[in-house]
């Protein structure tokens, strides 16, 4: 019946199908072969729009390369080979498709902190005992390099957009840029001799490989006072101090909005401190939250600041300068759903690395809720690509996510979600999200879930919570003590990057005996209790649960990771 119909109205249906329906209609007749042969591109093209592979059916496909890696676009050579990289890059990200673990051994050992351009297909590295590293993605080759008496140890790095961002002994913050982005409009006052210096000896050193991976010093960036946390989402960098939060404008290099207090500023719960701030001074004191305590994390959008403190986490409205939402890290409950992953575990996919665990849901009422809290911090925090959920990890291999952060107090409990991923015991590592895709290392290993699926339960209430949420795992890096090693977790469109033993790695990968003991060890973590946990109890009644302490395993750590698209 549909062949009978115009062309374009045919096509226009087509476009509400997905890619295994489409694949299969040549198959039913002749008519249908010759329809889609015959407007193949057409199909697949309108097909990447409605999936949001593309913005419109207005970007053509010599437009890709700007959009897309070249990882993301091998063996792209039309829009339906296009469609076909798109889904399989899907589905491995949750274990329905081949995907292959990988290191990069030109990154460097010792590395400490990650940053890979995908679009520029680069990897930069810094090191616990100081330097820093560029190494080609795919050749295996180092491109540029600044030494360790420039770079301090454990020099943290931020990038976005061509920009290199690392501290520098004494807080201030180094910016450089690539070398193939560079133009004459740097603000050539901002530059520190010491960069000018530093950039000649990489070049001379590295001249073979130039321009590509290269950087150029852009300008040194001096601190009002001592800070900690900072976090760079193009175009602004956030920089974290005791009692203030910097906004620098890249590539200005300008500080354009200084929040404070953070520590204790005015409580968004109270409808008092709403009025006070707006009215005249009088003697009446205005609401304000706890101390903050030391800051562990921070993260940044064109709204919003978010910190992660000992004490809570707190957003931040860059509009205003005031916090809008406060959550305490100390709490028995995060949310009326909560999710504990379990040792059972789907069959898993052939080709594919990541294991598929089955949770355990329950729906919790806030009245039922003990009021005894279990004392733990936030240590990390983002919000999602969209500006609407905050996905925060705390201490004890706990997440915790917001759904929908600015919609108000009175019913923020039951836009919460919190999953255990794990003993609580065992210590958390870090904390990755790219578009639908969070990723968490703990002690327990290294998981990796949808925040779509997360929030499924709340858009269709139908859904029952009983398995509805499937958490991945990656079963090679597993083994608790070279966990403890781990400094870094980074995802992308395609892969996710950590710093690992490759040796340890490839071990896994050949010797069937130790991943069979990789399995008894996660099921022996999975299968035991938490009334075995170490804990102690305040006068109060809250409980303190004491981490397993990380035990430093090995020295050598480069960046390995798990590539999501055809071997």
């Not at 810094?126 to 820093?132: A, N, T």
């Not at 740097?186 to 050193?205: L, N």
């Not at 990057?497 to 003991?517: K, M």
């Amino acid at each position: 019946m549909f062949t009978q119909l115009p062309t374009e109205l045919t096509l226009s249906v087509l476009s509400f199908l997905d890619l295994s329906c489409i694949s299969v209609l040549p198959l039913v007749c002749k008519s249908w072969k010759y329809l889609i042969d015959e407007n193949e591109s057409t199909v697949y093209h309108r097909l990447a729009a409605r999936c949001g592979y593309i913005h419109s059916t207005a970007v053509v496909f010599n437009q890709l390369p700007s959009l897309y890696s070249a990882k993301s676009l091998a063996s792209v050579t039309n829009w339906k080979s296009f469609c076909q990289r798109r889904v399989h890059i899907s589905k491995s990200w949750v274990g329905k498709a081949s995907s292959h673990y990988v290191s990069y051994p030109s990154s460097g050992s010792k590395v400490h902190r990650i940053k890979v351009d995908e679009k520029a297909g680069i990897i930069i590295t810094s090191f616990r005992d100081g330097g820093l590293c560029v190494s080609d993605l795919t050749d295996n080759q180092v491109l540029w390099s600044l030494p360790k008496p420039y770079v301090k140890q454990f020099a943290h790095l931020e990038y976005g957009e061509g920009f290199l961002i690392f501290d520098r002994p004494g807080g201030d913050k180094e910016v450089w840029r690539l070398a193939s982005d560079y133009t004459s409009t740097t603000v050539q006052s901002k530059i520190h001799p010491d960069q000018v210096a530093a950039s000649e000896e990489a070049f001379h050193g590295h001249a073979a490989t130039y321009p590509r991976g290269h950087f150029k010093p852009w300008a040194v960036l001096k601190m009002p006072t001592a800070t900690s946390a900072f976090r760079f989402v193009y175009p602004t960098l956030l920089v974290g101090a005791r009692d203030h939060a910097f906004l620098w404008g890249i590539p200005s290099c300008k500080l354009t909005q200084t929040i404070t207090p953070i520590q204790e500023p005015e409580d968004p719960s109270s409808a008092f401190a709403v009025v006070l701030s707006n009215a005249p001074p009088f003697d009446a004191a205005i609401p304000r939250l706890g101390r903050l305590g030391n800051l562990n994390y921070v993260d940044v959008d064109h709204k919003h600041v978010f910190i992660c403190g000992v004490s809570a986490l707190r957003v931040f409205s860059r509009a205003t300068g005031k916090c809008i939402l406060d959550v305490p890290s100390a709490r028995q409950e995060f949310g009326s759903r909560k999710f504990s992953v379990l040792y059972e575990s789907e069959r898993q996919t052939k080709g594919a690395v990541l294991v598929n665990h089955y949770t355990d849901g329950e729906v919790l009422d806030v009245s039922s809720s003990s009021r005894l809290r279990i004392i733990d911090e936030f240590i990390a925090v983002h919000v999602s690509s969209c500006g609407r959920h905050l996905v925060a990890m705390q201490a004890s291999s706990q997440v915790v996510i917001i759904e929908n952060f600015q919609g108000g107090p009175s019913s923020l409990y039951n836009r919460m979600v919190h999953i255990q991923l794990g003993l609580v015991r065992s210590r958390s590592k870090y904390l990755a999200i790219h578009s639908d895709h969070v990723a968490v290392a703990n002690n327990n290993g290294l998981f990796i879930f949808s925040l779509s699926a997360v929030l499924e339960p709340r858009v269709n209430p139908s859904t029952s919570l009983s398995r509805s949420l499937v958490i991945s795992r990656a079963p090679f890096f597993g083994y608790h003590l070279y966990m403890s090693n781990l400094t870094c977790l980074q995802l992308s469109d395609t892969g996710l990057y950590l710093n690992w033993d490759p040796s340890y790695l490839e071990f896994c990968h050949e010797d069937e005996d130790e991943q069979r003991r990789l399995h008894a060890l996660f099921q022996v973590r999975m299968s035991a209790t938490d009334r075995t946990v170490r804990h102690f109890r305040t006068p109060t009644g809250d409980m303190i649960i004491m981490l397993d302490e990380d035990d430093f395993f090995t020295e050598r750590s480069t960046v390995c990771g798990i590539s999501f698209t055809p071997g």
